[in-house]
Structure formats: C-alpha cells, structure tokens
C-alpha cells in the first residue's frame, strides 16, 4: 500500500509558478514509477511527469521546458515546479505510484487544483 498526499495548489495568473508536493507514505525507493497526473474538465487524465524506476524523467511535451519533477528521497516527497503557467494548464493534478510486486499496483492521491487565469 501506498497513501500519498498532495498540496501546493491554487490559483495563480498567466505566467507565474507554483510548486506542487506529493509525500508517499513509504520508501520512494520502493516505488517503481512515482509522478504527476493531470485532468483538465472534459478530458481524460494525462501524464505530465514522473520518474521512471531507473530514475529517468519523462515528460509531456506540453509541458517541456516549463515544469520540472524533483525528489527529496529523505522526505519520500516528489515535487511539481510549474513555471510559466498557462490558462491550458488548468487541471486537478494527480499524484502517481506504480509498485510492481507480483502484481502491478497504481496509487493516487487525492488531487490537487491548479487554475491558470489569463
């Protein structure tokens, strides 16, 4: 089992920042996949970044060159930098875990809202 939790949402203007936290309640080490979910009203929900178990980052390309995915494995914590926020980047964001055992597992948060004004 993994509980993760969000926070760092909110409301913020066209081109501004926000950061957004996701603590998991065990060892990231432990986790195979670990990243960020978004889903915008009407859409299904989509990648925007995550780790891959190698460590390796992956990224959507709309968000490219904007955002970037960091961890604090001490704090078993991933973080969302967000820069240069636009309107399109409305969405409730979804902390990921993948956990493969004998089985595949997938985890979410609860969600958190980010809205772009423009």
């Known amino acids: 089992q993994v509980q993760l939790v969000e926070s760092g949402g909110g409301l913020v203007q066209a081109g501004g920042s926000l950061r957004l936290s996701c603590a998991a309640s065990?060892?990231?080490?432990?986790?195979?996949?670990l990243g960020w979910y978004r889903q915008a009203p009407g859409k299904q929900r989509e990648l925007v970044a995550a780790?891959?178990?190698?460590?390796?980052?992956n990224y959507s390309d709309s968000v490219k060159g904007r955002f970037t995915i960091s961890r604090d494995n001490a704090k078993n914590t991933v973080y969302l930098q967000m820069n240069s926020l636009k309107p399109e980047d409305t969405a409730v964001y979804y902390c990921?875990?993948?956990?493969?055992?004998?089985?595949?597992?997938?985890?979410w948060g609860q969600g958190t809202q980010v809205t772009v004004s423009s």
């Open positions: 990921h875990a993948r956990v493969v055992s004998l089985l595949e597992h997938h985890y």
């Open positions: 065990r060892s990231i080490f432990t986790i195979n996949t």
């Open positions: 780790f891959s178990s190698g460590g390796d980052t």
